[in-house]
């Protein structure tokens, strides 16, 4: 084929500028990131391999191979997995940019970190991080069946492809090192990193070693130097370890083997089940969002390496969780699974299911003991990935309670900022109260100082607050939690309006007047729930409060017009003194104004936007003019 040179897509250009120039610290994870892939790669091909054996080219005597040449000043990885055609080099290595790159970049910009692994550790550059150490990097790669291609780049906007020299099905990454990268050249560099990151791998990491010997006996004994092949790696599957035999050191590499993650994880799950089922898992609860969940993207389904009886199967099998569990990470190996049968049919196998609930029971009970035992560690746990766990109570019927009990709340009782338990909400309440009250607002300072929480504060009933957006979509999901209904503050009727009886005679034609004076209003009625406001607006039992009416606007999605209930609070003089004017003149010119007014000062308080701010505005001046002159 004849050379071509390639532009990188943008972002990925970006990238490498940055790996490039600005990214020293922890280089040396380039070693794993690409003895990461040769392995995938491996996986890949025997995985294909179970059912069309031809695929094997009669090679499976798998290894990834390192081999540093001192002179060239080069270090190649080798593998002979899948190996790449021509146009899975162009997308994988020069044209696909992960999801999240841009927010990435911006981020990195803005922030002005250089020198940050928590932040690239959260991305993974992934095969990109071999420009932190080389200048150019060479990829020779062949797919079963396809000729050699090379792909060739110093990292900077492009890339060229020509022919391949590979002979056999693989891929060799050859990296022309950069002058104050040449430890990477050194056996015992090496050596002690494959240790370090890669030692639980499952294939066998290889170089060639060169060593004296000696050979013969007595007057015939001579030192003779002999170059073998060696294993770095130790070859052995973690999980299938005893735990006793495991640091947390091996713990933790292994996991960010599996996650590309920097930081060490919160939690490390590791069990086998034995019965009617029997599997092993190792599963690890992460310290921090990866990147591109953090930017509320990303992939959303969960990723759970699945192995059947040590032979690696998929890294993305997903149903294993449920997608509301899917920052966890993990291996499950499974004994009783079949081995030669597709992804897709595997992916129905009842079994699956069976070690499904069993790795959503246990991960529910871990975090809950997190809760109880170490609230402060949960507290972190729960700001990373807290709404990402409340979806399951839209998705997983039978273990809503469960997922209800690790539920944290800002409530009338807490801090601005602070996080309480619904559970401790539950059990505080007075026994008779039959219902969770909830108010749900775009943030604390509108919550605390919601006109709907009057009735409450003054009968010292605890209110949780929904500031999450998706509060309010999925907590109505739950219905009930520990034999309590879930009742917004803002919506439904207030309960007994009895004591009232006297004012609905004395209001009754005000009312009927307001209600025909305002549009969009669905009826005016006396409130029981204020105590110190003059007026609120509220829904219907299942409407949606108006700030996430407001932000689905926002977002473009289509809202129903939705009318609401005026209520006014009959003990409040301003509503008073509006009502003895409707009595005195109904035609008193400013009448009108006075009741949009007190339909506006509503939608203030509830952090709404007044339908003419400008109108509203001169209303208020006006009064101010009057009120201050007297
Ligand atoms: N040795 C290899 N053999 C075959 N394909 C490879 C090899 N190295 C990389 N690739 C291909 O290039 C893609 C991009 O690699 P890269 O390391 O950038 O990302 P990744 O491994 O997919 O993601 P991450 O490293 O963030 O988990 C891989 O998904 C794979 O398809």
């Known amino acids: 084929m004849a050379e071509k040179t390639m532009e990188f897509k943008t972002e990925l250009s970006q990238l490498l500028h940055l790996i490039t120039h600005s990214l020293y610290s922890h280089r040396e994870i380039f070693l794993r990131e690409l003895i990461s892939n040769a392995c995938d790669a491996i996986d890949k091909i025997r995985f294909a391999a179970l059912t069309e054996t031809d695929l094997l080219d009669g090679d499976s005597d798998w290894k990834i191979r390192l081999s540093e040449d001192k002179e060239a000043k080069t270090l190649t990885i080798s593998d002979n997995g899948v190996g790449m055609d021509e146009e899975a080099l162009v997308e994988n290595l020069g044209t696909i940019a992960h999801s999240g790159t841009k927010a990435f970049l911006a981020r990195l910009q803005e922030e002005g970190v250089k020198d940050n692994p928590d932040l690239i550790g959260q991305f993974g ?108 790696n130790t070859q052995k599957a973690i999980w299938l370890r005893a735990k006793t035999e495991i640091s947390n050191e091996d713990y933790n590499e292994f996991y960010k083997h599996i996650s590309h993650d920097f930081n060490d994880p919160a939690e490390v799950i590791h069990y086998s089940a034995e019965g009617a089922m029997e599997f092993k898992a190792l599963l690890f609860v992460p310290e921090k969002r990866p990147f591109d969940m953090l930017m509320g993207g990303g992939d959303q389904k969960a990723h759970i390496h699945l192995y059947i009886q040590r032979v690696f199967i998929s890294s993305d099998f997903e149903n294993l969780l449920p997608p509301y569990l899917r920052f966890v990470k ?29 790795l959503v029971s246990r991960i529910l009970k871990t975090l809950a003991t997190m809760k109880d035992k170490e609230f402060d560690k949960y507290l972190t746990f729960y700001s990373e990935f807290g709404p990402i766990l409340k979806e399951g109570l839209q998705s997983d019927f039978e273990n809503r309670e469960k997922i209800a009990d690790l539920l944290l709340f800002e409530t009338t009782k807490t801090e601005a900022g602070k996080l309480r338990p619904l559970s401790a909400v539950v059990e505080a309440m007075d026994e008779k109260q039959e219902e969770i009250i909830y108010l749900s607002a775009e943030h604390r300072g509108l919550a605390e100082n919601s006109p709907f929480l009057e009735g409450f504060k003054a009968d010292d009933k605890e209110v949780v607050f929904f500031l999450d957006p998706i509060d309010e979509f999925v907590m109505p999901q739950l219905h009930e939690y520990k034999g309590k209904k879930f009742k917004a503050a803002n919506k439904g009727d207030a309960g007994d309006d009895k004591e009232l009886k006297e004012e609905k005679k004395k209001f009754e034609g005000f009312l009927g007047f307001v209600k025909d004076k305002l549009s969009g209003v669905k009826e005016v009625r006396l409130s029981t729930r204020l105590k110190e406001s003059p007026a609120c607006l509220v829904g219907d039992e299942y409407s949606m409060s108006p700030h996430i009416e407001a932000m689905m606007r926002r977002m473009g999605q289509p809202v129903p017009e939705t009318e609401r209930v005026l209520e006014l609070n009959p003990t409040h003089p301003a509503v008073q003194a509006v009502q003895a004017m409707y009595e005195a003149d109904k035609d008193d010119a400013k009448l009108g104004e006075s009741v949009e007014l007190l339909r506006d000062l509503a939608h203030v308080a509830e952090g709404s936007k007044v339908d003419n701010p400008a109108a509203f505005a001169s209303r208020i001046a006006d009064l101010m003019a009057r009120d201050l002159k007297g």
């Not at 590979?166 to 022309?176: A, C």
């Not at 090192?177 to 030692?199: G, I, T």
């Not at 993990?330 to 070690?355: F, K, M, W, Y």
């Open 125 to 232: 550059v992934g095969f990109y991080s071999s420009f932190m150490v080389a200048d150019r990097v060479v990829v020779d790669t062949r797919m079963h069946g396809k000729d050699a291609v090379k792909w060739e780049s110093e990292g900077t906007g492009s890339f060229t492809l020509g022919e391949g020299e590979r002979e056999t099905r693989g891929t060799s990454v050859t990296l022309y090192l950069k002058e104050d990268a040449a430890e990477y050249l050194e056996e015992y560099r090496l050596r002690s990193l494959v240790k370090k990151f890669s030692d639980f791998i499952e294939h066998p990491v290889v170089m060639k070693v060169t060593r004296t010997k000696t050979e013969g006996e007595g007057d015939d004994k001579k030192e003779i130097e002999v170059t073998e092949d060696e294993i770095l």
């Open 330 to 358: 993990g291996v499950v190996d499974a004994a009783d699974l079949p081995l030669n049968v597709s992804r897709e049919i595997l992916q129905e196998n009842p079994q699956l299911d069976r070690i499904r609930k069993n």
